[in-house]
């Protein structure tokens, strides 16, 4: 911070908030009213205060990594690792799409944006609407016939 005086002695320039010397390590986070006073040899003085303000301005930096995993069912859970920088404190939530992720895991796929697609394909199942049929052609072999 550097304020300047004019006068026709040598002056003095001093910076306090409130009562109070600045602190060396710097300002928090918001506004802060700062009193800069001019004294000049004689012991004349003048003050004006000035407003520092200090925000965060900078978004965190997160760093993660495309992820392929072996379907172990329906949905397959994974570990999600990704870590995030920042000079405050950051929380870091996963979501799919507008929704948060679900804690099941992942559904079929990689595009998780079908998710009423994996859910009528489940309904399916549970209904019994997979059906096998014997192909004639092939004794012992089986066919699956698309749901109509």
């Given amino acids: 911070m ?16 409130g009562t109070e010397p600045l602190d060396a390590d710097g300002f928090a986070l918001g506004l802060t009213t700062v009193t800069v006073k ?4 004689n012991g004349n ?10 925000g965060d301005l900078t978004a965190p930096v997160i760093t993660a990594s495309d ?5 172990t069912g329906l949905k397959t859970p994974v570990a999600m690792t990704a ?10 939530t996963y979501s799919v799409g507008t929704e948060p992720l679900d804690a099941d895991g992942f559904g079929p796929g990689a595009d998780h944006g079908h ?3 994996h859910r ?7 209904q019994g609407h997979h059906r ?11 066919r699956q016939r698309p749901h109509r």
């Fill in 132 to 142: 096998h049929h014997r192909r004639p052609d092939r004794p012992g072999h089986h």
């Fill in 38 to 41: 001019a004294t000049d040899a």
């Fill in 120 to 126: 009528r394909q489940r309904q399916q199942l549970d």
């Fill in 67 to 71: 992820l392929t995993a072996e379907a």
């Fill in 2 to 17: 550097t304020a300047t005086a004019t006068d026709i002695y040598p002056v003095t320039i001093t910076y306090s908030v």
């Fill in 45 to 54: 003085s003048s003050t004006k205060d000035i407003t520092v303000t200090i």
């Fill in 115 to 117: 998710r009423e697609g």
């Fill in 83 to 92: 870590t995030a920088t920042d000079i405050y404190p950051v929380t870091i």
